[in-house]
Structures are given as structure tokens and as C-alpha cells.
């Protein structure tokens, strides 16, 4: 078990719909990132939040966004879905350390969305 | 260029065998290059990293291999056990600004050892 919490587990929606899916970091991570993960294109970077602040975006749609609250969870909202927006979402949390300038993502276990 | 390749995309091992990784990469502000572990149903989970001013890092029976000139690092799984069957992947790090780094993923390799 990461520490990461992710909900829902399973999510089931129609094309054009809008849903969020929730993160809860490990405690005392202060960072949260978002990937979605296709069968084709691996694990695609989305975006990270620092303590709140948007802090790098990958591959983001416009249609998707996110936002970090100031007890550090942190929600991807999802729109005007497709079919091809059907992936397994997940978040990861890290912690930097400067002794040795690494810094570990821990994943939670993902939310795997389904566009029907 | 962020991308990071990787292979081979699956991989078919015998119980007790050597199973071999391989991952390039252009970018050479990439300082740090993790491997994550998924199985089925689980998010990835971090299984060795290496930086670029060590060759090698082992880890039991992990070993990360990393040839900077050559710009390619390799995960070598010593006597794979079916438990080791999984996906793995390899990431490369570089910073991204404002105090945050990001990870650049291959696609993975789907690892299978058989009995």
C-alpha cells in the first residue's frame, strides 16, 4: 500500500459527461501528479500541483482539469468525455530529499474510467 | 525531446533466468532515472533508481545498468521468479521549473516468467 487513496476504483460514464476523480496524497506530500494510462501510450504525464499551485502541465486537454485544496487532496475533473478519454487515471505524491536530491512517486491504485 | 524508449515491449523469461530492459533517452537534462513495477490491477510502485554519475546500482536481485555516453540504462532481473511477472517501466526525470521535477515514462514491458 503506496498511502496514496484514490476514489472512485471504477468509473462508468456516457460520451459528454463530466466526472471527477478524487486523490488523497501520502501524508506530508506536498506534490501531487495526475497520468492517464492507455493500453498504447503507456503512462502519460498530466499535471502536478505543489501545496496547492499548479506547478507543470503535460499532456492535458483542455476539456480536463484539476485542482489541489489546501488539505492537499487534490481532483481531476474530466468533461465532455469521449471514447477515447477511457484510460486508468492515477495519481502519484512525492517527497523531495535534498540529501541526495531524489525525490519518489508514490502511486495510488487508480481510477479506471469507461466512456460508453 | 522528453521521449524515453523502451524495450522490448514484452518479454517471455524462464523460472531462474536473466531478464533484460532496455530504455534510451535524448535528453541529457535527465538526472534520475527510476523503474517502476505495476502489476495487474495496481498502480506502479518505484523498484530501483539510478543517477547518471553511477554505472550500475544493485538491489538485490535488480541491477540498473547506465551508460551516460550511450545515453541508455537497462534493468537486469537476476534468476526471475514467476512472482517477478509484471510491467515494467523505466523513467527519466528533469526539471520542469519552479522548484518541480517531472518523470518521462517508457512504454513498458510486459514481463512474463514461466515455471
Known amino acids: 500500500d503506496s498511502g496514496v487513496t484514490q476514489t472512485p476504483k471504477h468509473l462508468i460514464t456516457a460520451t459528454g459527461q463530466r466526472v471527477t476523480l478524487r486523490c488523497s496524497p501520502r501524508?506530508?506530500?506536498?506534490?501531487v501528479y495526475w497520468y492517464q494510462q492507455s493500453l498504447d501510450q503507456g503512462l502519460q504525464f498530466l499535471i502536478q500541483?505543489?501545496?496547492?499551485?499548479?506547478?507543470a502541465k503535460g499532456n492535458i486537454l483542455e476539456r480536463f482539469s484539476a485542482q489541489q485544496f489546501p488539505d492537499l487532496h487534490s481532483e481531476l475533473n474530466l468533461s465532455s468525455l469521449e471514447l477515447g478519454d477511457s484510460a486508468l487515471y492515477f495519481c502519484?505524491?512525492?517527497?523531495?530529499?535534498?540529501?541526495?536530491?531524489?525525490?519518489?512517486?508514490?502511486f495510488g491504485p487508480g481510477t479506471r474510467l469507461t466512456v460508453l | 525531446q522528453q521521449q524515453v524508449k523502451q524495450s522490448p515491449q514484452s518479454l517471455i523469461v524462464q523460472k531462474g533466468g536473466i531478464s533484460i530492459i532496455n530504455c534510451a533517452y535524448e535528453?541529457?537534462?535527465?538526472?534520475?532515472f527510476p523503474w517502476y513495477q505495476q502489476f495487474p490491477g495496481k498502480g506502479p510502485a518505484l523498484l530501483i533508481a539510478?543517477?547518471?554519475?553511477?554505472s550500475e546500482k544493485k538491489e538485490g536481485r535488480f541491477t540498473i545498468s547506465f551508460n551516460k555516453s550511450a545515453k541508455q540504462f537497462s534493468l537486469h532481473i537476476m534468476d526471475s521468479q514467476p512472482g517477478d511477472s509484471a510491467t515494467y517501466f523505466c523513467?527519466?526525470?528533469?526539471?520542469?521549473?519552479?522548484?518541480?521535477?517531472?518523470?518521462?515514462f517508457g512504454k513498458g514491458t510486459k514481463l512474463s516468467v514461466i515455471p
Open positions: 501524508s506530508g506530500d506536498l506534490s
Open positions: 502519484a505524491s512525492s517527497v523531495y530529499r535534498a540529501s541526495d536530491s531524489t525525490d519518489t512517486q508514490y
Open positions: 539510478i543517477r547518471p554519475d553511477v
Open positions: 523513467a527519466a526525470r528533469a526539471y520542469s521549473g519552479a522548484g518541480s521535477y517531472q518523470l518521462t
Open positions: 500541483y505543489y501545496n496547492g499551485e499548479e506547478r
Open positions: 535528453n541529457t537534462a535527465f538526472d534520475y
